[in-house]
């Protein structure tokens, strides 16, 4: 029991003597702020998330505010995060704080977890940070911290592993400033504790720290689980007609949902260019018109945590309207208002749409 005590001093301590990490919503009390980088913060870097939660507390600056935003200008603000469900889940909660709970956001655990979008980790840091609830939060910082220190080797994603922290996590918080502590183990597994390279020469819990002492600080935390990913291939047709672009929105139940896309041929393994263009698809969607290739980009590509996506876009004018279903005409202006995965984003970034030059 006296690492334990050991490890809570000598965190807590170091805390207040050595940390040095900004962040705009640390120390935050607002609930609605809190959990408004807590989503952002999910599946993102807090580099990037920064601006991001920036930009969002700027527009919505309370959560009546982000429920009586249109979805469309919220999905576009949140254009480049990726991981869409995360906007989807966080439309939908602003709406059931605003409209159900007039606008109070939950205060104990069970209510906070409950809402949409929240788990066990996004709960524990709202209810610590907000409510000084002793609820000790569990991230992939805390589970290498603890991993380490402790020396064990039960595999972290395994469901006797994540029990086995999350009820040490909870042993060892210190209950009468829990949001503090939490605040510190995360920035601790982030700053010192590093996945890779941690700072072990000059880190405050050496002198106990199993892994150090052991020499296994780089094998610890064990992971058992290897992703799969799958291979998915998207070539993009730009198509054009009388200045102006066929988009859709991306349904339900896939990636990317609520987005908005250009006229999609996807395969599961890479195909060429002349291969696209003899290909039955192509014929459908030029059989009556004259076409001519605007532009060929060069492949993109972006990793999801279960699939790899690649691709590119060709450009093609047609002389006169195409049958297009699923997809409606727009034009520059309306173009720019719409939501584009970072996939598509990252083209428009670097290439200039011909069908809207004059």
């Given amino acids: 029991m006296s690492n334990k005590k050991y490890f809570i001093k000598q965190l807590l301590q170091w805390n207040k003597k050595d940390n040095k990490r900004i962040m705009p919503w640390k120390g935050e009390k607002d609930p ?6 807590e989503i952002i913060l999910q599946q993102t870097r807090v580099e990037q998330g920064w601006a991001y939660y920036n930009r969002f507390v700027s527009a919505f600056p309370n959560v009546k505010k982000l429920a009586k935003a249109a979805d469309e200008k919220v999905f576009k603000l949140w254009e480049g995060l990726g991981y ?5 889940n966080l439309i939908a909660t602003a709406k059931f704080i605003a409209n159900e709970k007039q606008g109070k956001f939950p205060d104990t655990y069970e209510e906070i977890q409950n809402l949409k979008g929240i788990g066990p980790y996004t709960a524990a840091a709202i209810s610590s940070f907000a409510f000084n609830l002793p609820c000790a939060v569990v991230d992939g910082n805390v589970f290498r911290v603890l991993s380490r220190f402790f020396g064990i080797d039960t595999p972290i994603d395994s469901t006797v592993g994540k029990k086995l922290f999350t009820d040490l996590a909870e042993e060892i918080l210190d209950k009468k400033q829990p949001g503090i502590y939490n605040q510190a183990i995360m920035d601790f597994g982030a700053i010192v504790c590093k996945p890779q390279n941690p700072l072990c020469s000059t880190c405050p819990l050496k002198t106990q720290c199993a892994a150090l002492l052991q020499g296994k600080a780089h094998v610890l935390p064990v992971k058992t689980g290897k992703i799969i990913k799958k291979q998915r291939w998207f070539y993009y047709l730009v198509i054009s ?7 859709r929105k991306r349904g339900p139940k896939e990636i990317w949902e609520n987005l908005y896309e250009f006229v999609l041929l996807e395969t599961d393994k890479q195909v060429s260019f002349e291969e696209i263009k003899r290909s039955e698809f192509l014929k459908n969607v030029t059989a009556t018109s004259k076409s001519e290739i605007l532009h060929v980009s060069k492949t993109y590509k972006q990793q999801l945590t279960h699939q ?6 060709i450009q093609i004018k047609l002389k006169t309207e195409p049958i297009l279903k699923e997809y409606k005409a727009v034009t520059y202006k309306e173009l720019k208002r719409l939501a584009f995965p970072r996939f598509i984003t990252a083209y428009l970034a670097e290439n200039e ?4 030059e004059r």
């Fill in 32 to 37: 609605y702020k809190i959990w408004l980088s």
């Fill in 84 to 88: 869409y469900t995360r906007c989807k």
């Fill in 241 to 247: 007609y009388n200045g102006k672009i066929y988009v």
């Fill in 308 to 313: 790899t996506l690649q691709g590119s876009f």
């Fill in 353 to 356: 749409l011909k069908a809207f």
